[in-house]
Nanobody
Framework: EVQLVESGGGLVQAGGSLRLSCAASGFTFEDSAIAWFRQAPGKEREGLSCIGSGDGRIYYVDSVKGRFTISSDNAKNTVYLQMNSLKVEDTAVYYC?????????????WGQGTQVTVSS
């Protein structure tokens, strides 16, 4: 059974940092790209960042470039999202997702999400 478990969310003041984790199991981690998304209340789910398998190519949406960093620990089957200089508008539920081999492949599984709240 494929499982993606996010953790690391919480309440932080604007300008602060959080590191989210996505622990994966039930599939060959090295053969899957992993992406982070978020969904704020009343808004559509937004793709933030992705790390591909194989060459490990990394992508970011413009709104988080320079503030968020995605990384992967294959030994732990875990992908991280380091979030710095957080803004109130970063408040959302954050999800990780398993894709196919590359970041342009289809989403196969979702985690349950972790809440991030940034206060002013």
């Amino acid at each position: 059974e494929v499982q993606l478990v996010e953790s690391g969310g919480g309440l932080v003041q604007a300008g602060g940092s959080l590191r989210l984790s996505c622990a994966a199991s039930g599939f060959t981690f090295e053969d899957s790209a992993i992406a982070w998304f978020r969904q704020a209340p009343g808004k559509e789910r937004e793709g933030l960042s992705c790390i591909g398998s194989g060459d490990g190519r990394i992508y970011y949406v413009d709104s988080v470039k320079g503030r968020f960093t995605i990384s992967s620990d294959n030994a732990k089957n875990t992908v991280y999202l380091q979030m710095n200089s957080l803004k109130v508008e970063d408040t959302a539920v954050y999800y990780c997702a398993q894709l196919g081999y590359s970041c342009d492949s289809t989403i196969q599984s979702w985690g349950q999400g972790t809440q991030v709240t940034v206060s002013s």
